[in-house]
């Protein structure tokens, strides 16, 4: 979405803050695309499950912290 209306993020940007279309392109669409690919390539890790240790009142049992989504998360710039 975002490569396929860098044009229009140029000029709006431009009206706005009259950034150079190299500035907007290295700042702005770099910058996001930049960041979601490192947040596709990170989800697997993030939400796998950590092990802890157990207290000694539940032994043998195994400990975990598993993540689990709370909602939806907006990210704004990196």
């Not at 000029?11 to 947040?39: F, H, R």
């Not at 400990?63 to 689990?68: A, L, Q, R």
Request: charge should be negative; charged fraction near 20%; include cysteine.
């Amino acid at each position: 979405m975002i490569s396929q209306n860098e044009e229009a993020i140029q000029k709006a940007v431009y009206a706005d803050l009259k950034k150079s279309p190299e500035e907007v392109w290295l700042a702005e669409t770099q910058a996001s695309i930049n960041g979601i690919d490192s947040m596709i390539a990170n989800v697997d890790s993030w939400s796998r499950a950590t092990h802890v240790d157990t207290d000694v009142f539940n032994y043998p049992a195994t400990s975990m912290i598993k993540p689990e989504l709370m909602g939806t998360a907006l990210t704004i710039g990196c």
